[in-house]
């Protein structure tokens, strides 16, 4: 296998302990184990009766419930199986699903590991636009055409990251179907599901176990507890006995620690959940009044999610960008080159209100600065 750089780990490592305002992850800032043992009403007693043994592959009884208690009704225990965060679960669909097909539908920009990992094991990788011109919605008469007899999956990723848009479901029903008239698998990634802006949370999930489409989910980001590192799968029952002998290979099993802080987050998701969002849509109107007043900025409102994706026109690279906020004033923006497009940087809305206000100015006042270069 040969994998690229992931773009962004780069800026990640350098950046992300050393500014004033970390404005460049793109989770809720992380909680430590007695905050969350504290929300959830449980004491340190708790985890030190923890036995560090081996769970089933699929994750405890317990965490598997509590996934489940999150979906429709129609959604069923033994089609959910626990990974080592997406990231895992990207990897494993993308070896398991491919079969004898050879292309890979799948959105650009987005998470790298959408289109790299594919790419890695060796599929035609057919890249979808998103851009702030169309919302960043996709057409689905493009994605359509990208799918033929040759395709093994198509990717979804709905809150969009880096841009925080939802899809339609008139659009993602268009593009369910012709996959399957196609016999492809569709991947739904729905990583900020628990976070819409509107509406209500969790956002109905694209899963249709008994049909072709597969989806991945996870708490760390929108929970605040990235260290948990654990993600999940819903798939078919034949496809979770798959994916379960592909993982005894790789992480085997979470860790117990992770399996039961999880489980007792989702138990308890609304104290998690509720504040995330009263913070992330203050935050989203608060970008969207500086993004109107500043000049060569605009913004394609996000609709859920940790992340917005605001476009500038100056004549600087995203890279000189980011780099010149964070040496100016602290603020770190992820770049626009870290999703392999110029002209953007990606905000993280999840921060403190007030200290967001603050790099909020400092950016203001940065892009002030480039409008007169």
């Not at 430590?32 to 081996?54: M, Q, Y």
Request: aromatic share 8%.
């Amino acid at each position: 296998m040969n994998i690229r750089r992931y773009y962004m780990e780069d800026w990640l490592a350098a950046c992300k302990d050393s500014s004033r305002y970390n404005l460049g992850e793109s989770g809720m800032p992380d909680i430590s184990v007695g905050e969350l043992l504290a929300r959830c009403g449980e004491t340190p007693d708790s985890l030190s009766r923890l036995v560090l043994k081996d769970h089933d592959t699929r994750g405890t009884e317990r965490l598997r419930h509590a996934i489940l208690s999150t979906y429709e009704s129609d959604a069923l225990f033994d089609t959910i199986t626990t990974t080592t965060g997406t990231s895992e679960a990207l990897f494993i669909l993308f070896n398991l699903l491919m079969g004898k097909r050879s292309s890979v539908v799948a959105p650009m920009p987005s998470f790298q590991a959408l289109y790299d990992v594919p790419r890695a094991v060796g599929a035609d990788v057919r890249l979808y636009r998103l851009d702030d011109e169309n919302g960043y919605l996709p057409d689905p008469d493009e994605v359509c055409s990208l799918i033929d007899d040759s395709t093994g999956v198509v990717v979804i990723n709905t809150p969009h990251n880096p841009s925080g848009v939802m899809i339609p479901g008139d659009t993602a029903d268009a593009i369910i179907q012709k996959a399957a008239f196609h016999g492809a698998s569709v991947l739904a990634d729905e990583h900020y599901r628990f976070l819409p802006f509107n509406g209500c949370w969790p956002i109905k999930t694209l899963a249709r176990p008994d049909e072709n489409v597969i989806a991945t989910g996870s708490i760390t980001k929108c929970f605040g507890v990235n260290g948990l590192r654990m993600g999940w799968i819903i798939a078919p029952v034949s496809l979770i006995d798959k994916i379960r002998d592909f993982r005894d290979y790789l992480t085997h099993t979470l860790s117990p620690v992770s399996d039961y802080c999880s489980a007792l987050a989702l138990e308890h998701a609304s104290l998690f959940i509720e504040p995330a969002l009263r913070v992330l849509r203050k935050n989203a109107e608060e970008l969207g009044d500086m993004v109107n007043r500043t000049p060569g900025l605009s913004l394609v409102m996000p609709e859920g999610g940790i992340v917005s994706f605001p476009r500038f026109v100056y004549t600087i690279s995203s890279d000189n960008f980011a780099r010149g906020l964070m040496d100016t004033y602290g603020v770190f923006v992820l770049p626009g080159s870290s999703f392999e497009v110029e002209n953007h940087i990606r905000i993280n809305l999840g921060q403190d209100p007030g200290l967001f206000c603050k790099a909020l100015e400092h950016i203001h006042e940065f892009c002030c600065q480039m409008e007169q270069s």
